[in-house]
Nanobody
Framework: QVQLVESGGGLVQAGGSLRLSCVLS????????MAWFRQAPGKEREFVAAISWSNSGTNYRDSVKGRFTISRDNAKNTVYLRMNDLKPEDTAVYYC?????????????????WGQGTQVTVSS
């Protein structure tokens, strides 16, 4: 069984920064690719960023490139999302996701395991 727990969300003014964390707990060892998605009210869940299990590759949606950075610490089973220069349109619930034997694509169906989400609100 795999469990993902996110933290670090909150309320921030436009132009501010936040760092989200996601801790993965699993009974079996595995090489998990990790990703962040987000969902704003009334909108579909959308891809934000992903990182390979080996830390050798990353993928970002265009609107966050240069502002967000995904990273991971495999010793701590934790993935991070550093978000700088936040904009009101970044407001959403942010979800951590993981897969094994998959890639780091933008399709949510590629990811089998999901956390409960953490709210990020950016005020203008």
């Amino acid at each position: 069984q795999v469990q993902l727990v996110e933290s670090g969300g909150g309320l921030v003014q436009a132009g501010g920064s936040l760092r989200l964390s996601c801790v993965l707990s699993a009974r079996a060892l595995g090489n998990y690719n990790m990703a962040w998605f987000r969902q704003a009210p009334g909108k579909e869940r959308e891809f934000v960023a992903a990182i390979s299990w080996s830390n050798s590759g990353t993928n970002y949606r265009d609107s966050v490139k240069g502002r967000f950075t995904i990273s991971r610490d495999n010793a701590k089973n934790t993935v991070y999302l550093r978000m700088n220069d936040l904009k009101p349109e970044d407001t959403a619930v942010y979800y951590c996701a993981a897969n094994v034997w998959g890639g780091i694509g933008a399709d949510p169906h590629e990811y089998r395991y999901w956390g409960q989400g953490t709210q990020v609100t950016v005020s203008s």
